[in-house]
T-cell receptor
Framework: AQSVTQLGSHVSVSEGALVLLRCNYSSSVPPYLFWYVQYPNQGLQLLLK??????LVKGINGFEAEFKKSETSFHLTKPSAHMSDAAEYFCAVSDLGQGGKLIFGQGTELSVKP | SAVISQKPSRDICQRGTSLTIQCQVDSQVTMMFWYRQQPGQSLTLIATANQGSEATYESGFVIDKFPISRPNLTFSTLTVSNMSPEDSSIYLC??????????????FGPGTRLTVL
């Protein structure tokens, strides 16, 4: 069975600092991996996705993530945090055999201090 | 992309009653799903809404409690039946446009925030 673990339910950074949100996955088949962002009182928006192409994936709003099979990781980074990045971030995994179903991690709340 | 709307956006209900949530997509999609997000927690898949047939439920979710309809390729409803305070959650609809055999992005609606008293 597939699963996702996000390390750290809450991360706080200063504006302009590096953002690093950790995600490790478990999958018996090559996975598709996703990062979604949820702003307060809103639905989920896709930040970026890994679908077995390039291992370094660039997404919207300056975020990127690197797929590392040896470490079963898909950590999300952004070089310089902005106040508007404050939100809940979810890592998710899927595979073709699941028919599109997503398995989500527990989420990481990102706070950005001025 | 696909634009998904949900009605109602929020509701406060009494225990023992039922609420039907509507999900409308702006264009035809191949797959639709319903997720639950309990307070402070992640998203859990309730079921896959199948067009013209019974929904496929995940472990821990049953049709009597969460009946789902999908009469066409752009619309689905989720009913939360005989509600209790434990059903207080955000319910999200999502959809995939495209065929199987490759990756297709999953889009999410804004969610319905349900409070059961």
């Amino acid at each position: 069975a597939q699963s996702v673990t996000q390390l750290g339910s809450h991360v706080s950074v200063s504006e302009g600092a590096l953002v690093l949100l950790r995600c490790n996955y478990s999958s018996s088949v090559p996975p598709y991996l996703f990062w979604y962002v949820q702003y307060p009182n809103q639905g989920l928006q896709l930040l970026l996705k890994y679908t077995s192409a390039a291992t370094l994936v660039k997404g919207i709003n300056g975020f990127e993530a690197e797929f590392k099979k040896s470490e079963t990781s898909f950590h999300l980074t952004k070089p310089s945090a902005h106040m508007s990045d404050a939100a809940e971030y979810f890592c998710a995994v899927s595979d073709l055999g699941q028919g599109g179903k997503l398995i989500f991690g527990q989420g990481t709340e990102l706070s950005v201090k001025p | 992309s696909a634009v998904i709307s949900q009605k109602p956006s929020r509701d406060i209900c009494q225990r023992g009653t039922s609420l039907t949530i509507q999900c409308q997509v702006d264009s035809q999609v191949t797959m639709m799903f319903w997720y639950r997000q309990q307070p402070g927690q992640s998203l859990t898949l309730i079921a896959t809404a199948n067009q013209g047939s019974e929904a496929t439920y995940e472990s821990g979710f049953v049709i009597d409690k969460f009946p789902i309809s999908r009469p066409n390729l752009t619309f689905s409803t989720l009913t939360v039946s005989n509600m209790s305070p434990e059903d207080s959650s955000i319910y999200l609809c999502s959809a995939i446009r495209g065929t199987s055999g490759g990756y297709n992005e999953q889009f999410f609606g804004p969610g319905t925030r349900l409070t059961v008293l």
